[in-house]
C-alpha cells in the first residue's frame, strides 16, 4: 500500500461508471432514513451499505481471483492490500451487528490470500507493490478473525497461524538493520521504490499485530516486539510529545526528514494496539497515558466539529484523497471502537461522544441504496464516487457498525484468547521460509515482464502528488 503516496492517476478508470451514479443523485435520489436511538434502525442502515459495498466485489464470480477487489492498476482501481481490509470491515460488521450474511465471503478471500501453504499474506502476484504495509493489514484481518471465532472447518486453515506467519516473516532478520536505530522499512524488497522509506504503518501494524498475538497468545516474545516497536516510533519522532502521529522518514536522512502528513490510518493502527497493551499490563504509565494521549489528539484532530475529516486529503475547497484514502476513516472507528471497549475508563467516553455527533454526518453523506460519499460534514450525498466507491462504502460501514457500542446496555461477544475460548491454535514457526522472496529479475521472467516498471512509474507519479500533498497541509495552518 502507498499509503502517502499512491496517489495515481487512477480515476479515470472509474469514470465510466462514476458519471452514471452521479447524474442519478443529481436527479434527486432517496437518502437513507436511520434513527440513531433505535439498534434495528442503525443495524438495517449497516446492512444496507454492506450489500452496497459488497456490490464492488466479484473474486467469487468465475475467471475473477478470489479475495481481491478490482485491480490493482491499471486493471482496476484497488491495489490488493486495500481487500484485506474490506474483509476486516465485514468481519467487524458480523461482530458488531450480528449479521453473518458476508462472513463466507470473508473466509474464502483470506484463506486464499493467504497463499497456502505459507499462510503469511505473500503470493507472488503482489510483489511488485508489496509492502510491510500491504502484507500486515491482511495479517490484521486474520487476527481479528481469530479474535472473534470467524467459524473455520477444521484443517481448513488456522486465522492465527495466518497472523503468526505474517508477524514471522516481519520479524525475520531480512527485514530489519539498524538505519534510523531500527523499524520496518516502507517496502519488503529492495527494488521496489521506497525501500528507503521507514515510516509509521509498516511499524504500526508490526506493532498491532504484536500486541494482539502477545494478548491471544500469552507468549512475550510478541509483546516484547511490539514494545521495541512501539519505543522506536516514539524515539524516532513520528510520535510528538503532543501526540501527533507523522508518516515517516528517510533511510538517507537517517529518518530525521519526517513528512509531517498525518493520516488518521497511522492513527488508527497506533492507537488500537495501545489499546491491547493496555488491557494486557494495566500499566498505566507505559501504556495508559499514551493512550489517552493519542485519543485526545486524534479527535481533535481528526474530528474537528465532531464529525470526522481526513484532513490531509480533504480540504474544504478540494478533494485530494485517492482511493487508498477513501477508506482510511473506517479504520480509525473501528479502532476507537476496540480502544473504547479495552480500555474503558481511560477513553470509552470521549469515544462514545465523538461517534454520538459523528454519526450524524454519516447518515445525512449516505443514499437510501446504500451509498454512502467521502465528506461527512456537508450534510448530504457529496456526488463523489472518483477514487472509491468501495473505500466510502467502508468507512461508512464501519461508522455504523461500530456505532452500536454507543448503547450503555450492549453487549458484544468478548474478543477471545487461547485461554478463553480462541479456536484457533496456531503455529508459533509459521511462515518462517517464505518461499516467495523473489528477486524483481525472477519476477520479470515469464508473464510478470512489465510489473517492475508499472510500479517504478506508479510510485514516482506518486511520489510527485505527495510533494503536492505536503504542500496542501501546510495551507491549512
Ligand atoms: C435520540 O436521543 C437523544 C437523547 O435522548 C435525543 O436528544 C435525540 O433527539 C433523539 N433523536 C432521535 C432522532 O430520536
Ligand atoms: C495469482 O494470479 C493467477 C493468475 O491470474 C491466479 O490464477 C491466481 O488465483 C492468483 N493467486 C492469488 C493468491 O491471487
Ligand atoms: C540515527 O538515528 C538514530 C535513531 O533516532 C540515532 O540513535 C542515531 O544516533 C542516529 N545516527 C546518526 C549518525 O545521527
Ligand atoms: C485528555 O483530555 C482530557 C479531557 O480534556 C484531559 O483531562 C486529559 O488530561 C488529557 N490527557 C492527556 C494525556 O493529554
Ligand atoms: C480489558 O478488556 C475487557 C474487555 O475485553 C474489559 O472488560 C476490561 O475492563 C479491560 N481492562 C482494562 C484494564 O481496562
Ligand atoms: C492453547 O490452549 C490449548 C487448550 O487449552 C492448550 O492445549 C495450548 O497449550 C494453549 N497454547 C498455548 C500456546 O498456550
Ligand atoms: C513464542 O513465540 C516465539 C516466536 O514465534 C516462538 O519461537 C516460541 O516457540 C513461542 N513460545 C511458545 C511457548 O509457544
Known amino acids: 500500500m502507498l499509503l502517502t503516496t499512491k496517489i495515481a492517476g487512477v480515476a479515470p478508470l472509474l469514470l465510466a461508471a462514476a458519471s452514471s451514479v452521479y447524474a442519478a443523485t443529481t436527479t434527486g435520489q432517496s437518502t437513507l432514513q436511520v434513527n440513531v436511538n433505535d439498534t434495528a434502525s442503525i443495524k438495517t442502515a449497516a446492512k444496507t451499505v454492506a450489500k452496497n459495498l459488497i456490490s464492488y466485489y466479484s473474486g467469487d464470480k468465475p475467471g475473477q481471483t478470489i479475495g481481491i477487489l478490482p485491480g490493482p492498476p491499471p486493471a482496476g482501481p484497488y491495489y490488493w492490500w486495500e481487500a484485506g481490509a474490506m474483509w476486516g470491515t465485514i468481519i467487524d460488521y458480523w461482530h458488531y451487528t450480528g449479521d453473518d450474511t458476508y ?17 503469511s ?4 502476484n503482489w510483489t511488485a507493490s508489496l509492502g510491510n504495509d500491504d502484507q500486515g493489514f491482511w495479517g490484521l484481518s486474520a487476527m481479528l478473525a481469530a479474535e472473534v471465532n470467524l467459524p473455520l472447518a477444521p484443517g481448513e486453515a488456522d486465522w492465527l497461524e495466518m497472523a503468526q506467519a ?3 516473516t516481519q520479524a525475520a ?13 516502507w517496502q519488503i524488497f529492495h527494488s521496489n521504490a521506497g525501500y528507503d522509506y521507514k515510516n509509521t504503518i509498516a511499524n504500526a501494524c508490526f506493532f498491532n499485530l504484536g500486541a494482539r498475538l502477545a494478548r491471544y497468545t500469552d507468549n512475550s516474545t510478541y509483546s516484547k516486539w511490539a514494545e521495541k516497536t512501539y519505543n522506536w516510533i516514539r524515539d524516532v519522532g513520528y510520535i510528538d510529545k503532543n501526540w501527533n502521529i507523522y508518516d515517516g522518514g528517510h533511510v538517507p536522512h537517517n529518518c530525521t526528514d519526517i513528512n509531517k502528513v498525518q493520516w488518521s490510518a497511522n492513527a488508527a493502527i497506533m492507537i488500537h494496539g495501545v489499546a ?9 504509565e507505559k501504556w495508559g497515558k499514551p493512550l489517552t494521549g493519542l485519543v485526545n489528539r486524534t479527535l481533535e484532530f481528526f ?19 485517492n482511493v487508498d484514502q477513501h477508506s482510511f476513516k473506517g479504520y480509525l472507528l473501528r479502532s476507537l471502537a476496540t480502544a473504547a471497549l479495552m480500555a474503558p475508563d481511560l477513553v470509552r467516553e470521549p469515544i462514545i461522544k465523538t461517534f454520538k455527533t459523528n454519526i450524524e454526518g454519516v447518515i445525512d453523506s449516505c443514499l437510501a441504496d446504500g451509498t454512502c460519499g467521502y465528506r461527512w460534514n456537508v450534510g448530504k450525498y457529496d456526488g463523489d464516487v472518483d477514487n472509491g466507491p468501495a473505500g466510502q462504502g467502508m468507512s461508512a460501514l464501519a461508522a455504523f457498525s461500530t456505532y452500536l457500542i454507543t448503547e ?15 479456536e484457533s491454535r496456531g503455529n508459533p514457526n509459521a511462515g518462517e521460509k517464505p518461499a516467495t522472496l523473489l528477486s524483481m529479475s525472477e519476477l520479470t521472467g515469464k508473464d510478470k515482464a512489465g510489473a517492475g516498471v508499472l510500479t517504478a512509474f506508479v510510485v ?18
Open 103 to 119: 462472513n463466507t465471503l470473508a473466509k474464502q478471500a483470506l484463506v486464499f490470500q493467504a497463499d497456502p501453504p505459507q499462510n
Open 121 to 124: 499474506f505473500m503470493s507472488p
Open 166 to 168: 505474517v508477524f514471522n
Open 173 to 185: 532478520d531480512d527485514r530489519h538493520d539498524d538505519e534510523c536505530g531500527g523499524g520496518l522499512r
Open 276 to 284: 491491547i497493551m493496555y488491557n494486557m499490563t494495566e500499566d498505566a
Open 303 to 321: 474530528f474537528p466539529k465532531g464529525v470526522m475529516v481526513e484532513r490531509a486529503c480533504e480540504l474544504s475547497d478540494r478533494l485530494l484523497c
Open 408 to 422: 450503555e446496555q450492549a453487549v458484544f461477544k468478548p474478543l477471545v484468547t487461547n485461554s478463553t475460548g480462541g
Open 460 to 477: 514516482c507519479s506518486i511520489l510527485g502528488t505527495y510533494f503536492f500533498l505536503v504542500t496542501g497541509v501546510g495551507e491549512r495552518k
